[in-house]
């Protein structure tokens, strides 16, 4: 008891799993760390460790599973996947352990069984559930004494955020596995710790679930307590170097053997660390939507203007796309301004300059490399000068990775202020594409055009792998008749129905082929959903997203179960999310609906 995980700190896993030996070849035993009266020997042989699961008040439930990643087997027969660990930011995208070699149905592996049973639970829309949720403990193999193998470094406490079935190659032969977009934990208010009595008060059947959370982290807690909507604030942030030691300001640590493993790219000339510039006010996802709906925008004729509109979309693109949040003014005026010429008002300048300094207003951007005595008078001149870089500051560019996030506030500034303009042209030109609509883009390859009587071009398509048996089940459990207005549309040979996706498969939607992730629509109320026209509120009735009138209560069956996540994803898209906080037009009262259950995830 009384034992703790720092996270950066490396333990030794060795053969000999002796809790009582303290220290191997110069660092801590894991077995020694996590010995307990209460819990079973823990494991760190394989990539996914599950341990064993308890009796106890409410239901059973598991103390952790143990993640662990090989970076030096990555792309390997044994290990083909590459797992990606960017660790500055809290996210982690992590394979499961289904390989080419592998006879059994995808999903049933123990690795993936195992995770995608916690789903269930990181799923749920009650605290009461997500009370259940095991914790995701995550280590990183690293080489220490000259040897790759034994040595483990702890990162952090983790979530499952999203889950998505693929189809990988190794040695020229397919098959499919599952990748888990994982979301760490901040740990600071407990500096970087984990008490491991937390781990055995889970193992101790005595224990109802909402004891065991008395040493939990802050952060589990909080996520317990309002669920995903909250993990842009409580997931890991970047360290931050800091002067004089500010309060509640993470310090960051030069004197570990590694910091951070498997960085994400952060493109050219982005620091690793930037200091902070904005207020210290915590920006919430509510507060990013009232921001960006109650810009201050100049009016000509009546109309808004559309320069800081399209500029804060410009500036979204790029936490899209992973680059850095700030950018130089010489680029902006450029990009921007191509922009402002194609997309602005008809009897609208182009004058980029404008944006780019008083978007500060929004306090949703940063200027830097310029003082306001310089920029008295905002003129293109002066900033050509200096070439100051202006971009979404840090707090923003934080929240709007998070894809729902992302989704709601492109939908936020598209409807407030850019209705009337030719949606599909924007996000293209943007490297938004796909955000018009609920099913996403498809990925094409343009290979020139070919001679003949009508003009064809010849392009490459990557086919995104659907389950067409899973959409024939989804469409016989409800006799294709329309979830939203029931209609049976009957053909020459029988009747007919669509199974539509709720979050698309294509890009940048990358949702699942899962029965959670399906309805059954007729054609009329598919191309209304994939249009973002309709949606489906947290009571599940179905709205109009123009005005909110209700057009019924979406038609539910006992065996297919509905994923809550990815209806909230949806709603994201048409700028109707309420889950945290209030959006126009949708209702303030909200009624769990059913999450993903075990039984509906296809297998792997």
Known sequence: MGSRLRVGDVFRSARNRDPSIAFIDGYPNIHHVTASEVLSQIQLSKGINPTAKVKAPGGRRRPSILIRSSPWK??????????????????????????????????STQGNAVLLEALAEHQALTAGRRALAV????????????????????????????I???????????????????????????DDRIDWAWIEDRGNPKLSAAETLKLAPRAWRQWVEQGHVVLPEVRRQPVRFTQGGAPGQRLAEVDRESTTLFPAPRGPGRPASPAPTESSDALTVSTLMERLRSLKVHKRNGRQS???PLALLWGISRVATGKPNLAPWRQFREEVGGLLVEFGLPDSSATPEYPFWHLQTSRLWDVHGITPEQAAVVHAATFDRFNPEGGMTKQAERLLADPCVRSQAVAVLRETYLADVDQHSLMERLGLAGYESASGVGDVEDQGKEAGPAARRTAALSRIVRDAALAAKVKTLHGDRCQV???????????????AHIRGLGRPHNGSDELPNLLVLCPNHHVQFDTLAIYIDTEGIVRSTADGDPLGELRRHPAHQISAAHLRYHRALCGRDTTGHTTQGDSRTSRPMDSTPISSVSER
């Open 135 to 162: 914790p995701l403990l995550v280590f990183a193999a690293v080489s220490r004494n000259k040897t790759p193998k034994g040595y483990v470094e702890f990162c952090g406490v983790a979530v499952i955020e999203g």
């Open 164 to 190: 998505e079935q693929i189809e990988q190659e190794t040695k020229g032969r397919p098959f499919r596995n599952y990748r888990y977009d994982l979301s760490v934990l901040d740990l600071s208010a407990e």
């Open 74 to 107: 990555a792309g390997t027969s044994e290990t083909p996947w590459h797992d990606v660990f960017d660790l500055d930011n809290g996210r982690i995208r992590y394979f499961g352990d289904h390989r080419a070699d592998h006879t059994v149905p995808v999903g």
């Open 306 to 308: 559309r320069h800081k």
């Open 485 to 499: 207005c029931g209609l049976q549309l009957l053909t020459r040979f029988g009747t007919y129905s669509e199974a």
